[in-house]
């Protein structure tokens, strides 16, 4: 099992910036690949950010040179530095986690507005 601690959100005004961070506990030799997504109301769950071991980081095209994914393995933390935020970037931001054993695990979100 991992839990996940989602923490960094709140409210920003258009332009500014955030940084996510998500702390991984329990059984953290498992993870494989750390990300993040977000939900906004009345839409899917979609992929932000990603980041596995020895791989470049995947980003959504919407987020491609505003965000950045960082991952800390001796820390097993995650970050996502969110640069230049739009409105439809508000959102709740899901920190989640993919084992080697094929299991996601999910954190409970940190919400996102960015409004003036």
């Known amino acids: 099992q991992v839990q996940l601690v989602e923490s960094g959100g709140g409210l920003v005004q258009p332009g500014g910036s955030l940084r996510l961070s998500c702390a991984a506990s329990?059984?953290?030799?498992?993870?494989?690949?750390m990300g993040w997504y977000r939900q906004a109301p009345g839409k899917e769950r979609e992929l932000v950010a990603s980041k596995t071991d020895g791989a470049m980081a995947q980003y959504a095209d919407s987020v491609k040179g505003r965000f950045t994914i960082s991952r800390d393995n001796a820390e097993n933390t995650v970050y996502l530095q969110m640069n230049s935020l739009k409105s439809e970037d508000t959102a709740v931001y899901y920190c989640?986690?993919?084992?080697?054993?094929?299991?996601?695990?999910w954190g409970k979100g940190t919400l996102v507005t960015v409004s003036s």
């Open positions: 989640s986690v993919y084992s080697y054993y094929g299991r996601r695990y």
């Open positions: 329990g059984s953290t030799f498992s993870i494989n690949d």
